[in-house]
């Protein structure tokens, strides 16, 4: 099992081959900081139109992506707000995902035709260790059919996802909750599409005292 701490050793073993696997076109089951979640190459189109068909997801429903730097936001969205980097710098890495234009370089399943991506850079050591070891963004969708609920427990996934994907990288029970806050910068004045595990009140009440 990876501990929720920085990983060990032969944490890291596991992590790098499941980096390989996502890099190779795979989908890996990963551990998050409050749910599992699945894991594959964000740019390539083949592995996230498998992720829709693991989830049975809703083809006009996108996914979002995971990244480790702020500077990697150059290769997939278009622009960067001025309240996006005030938020970036105070909420990530954490659970609160920002969704921007998407640069058309993206797949189209990704972004569900959309012209937007939601970004973060996870709080979760295992996680944000995986993106680094791909060295690319990530999917980050709850590893669960579309619908039901998320799985904070390895034993909890379901048989239809265990079937489907090509590895788990095994973190244990996870603490649960309501997943990031999600919150669209593309529109003025910023608007929350999720409310997560950071309030939409301390969201604005920051971008408010920012101003």
Same mark, same amino acid.
């Given at each position: ?27 890996? *089951? +990963?551990? $998050? ?5 699945? #894991?594959?190459? &964000? ?6 139109? %498998? ?47 920002? *969704? +921007?234009? $998407? ?5 189209? #399943?990704?972004? &569900? ?6 970004? %973060? ?91």
């Amino acid at each position: 099992m990876i501990s929720d701490s920085n990983p060990d050793h032969d944490s890291l073993l596991q992590i790098c081959r499941a980096a390989q696997i996502i890099n190779a076109g795979g989908v890996v *089951v +990963f551990p $998050a900081k409050c749910l599992y979640g699945l #894991a594959a190459d &964000a740019l390539n189109p083949v592995a996230v139109e %498998r992720v829709f068909a693991i989830k049975k997801r809703p083809l006009n429903n996108p996914l979002l992506v995971l990244i480790d730097e702020v500077s990697w936001l150059e290769s997939i969205v278009k622009k960067i707000p001025g309240d996006a980097n005030l938020l970036m710098k105070a909420f990530w890495p954490g659970n609160l995902t920002i *969704v +921007f234009e $998407a640069r058309s370089n993206l797949p189209e #399943a990704l972004t &569900a035709g959309t012209g937007k991506v939601g970004v %973060r850079i996870p709080g979760h050591p295992v996680a944000r260790q995986l993106v680094r070891e791909c060295g690319r963004p990530i999917t980050g969708t709850s590893a669960n059919i579309s619908g039901h609920e998320g799985c904070m427990d390895s034993s909890m996934l379901e048989p239809d996802i265990l079937n489907s994907v090509d590895m788990i990288l095994e973190g244990g029970r996870l603490k649960g909750g309501k997943g990031s806050t999600v919150l669209d910068v593309t529109v003025s004045p910023s608007r929350i599409l999720r409310e997560g595990e950071i309030s939409e009140h301390d969201i604005l009440e920051f971008i408010f005292k920012s101003q």
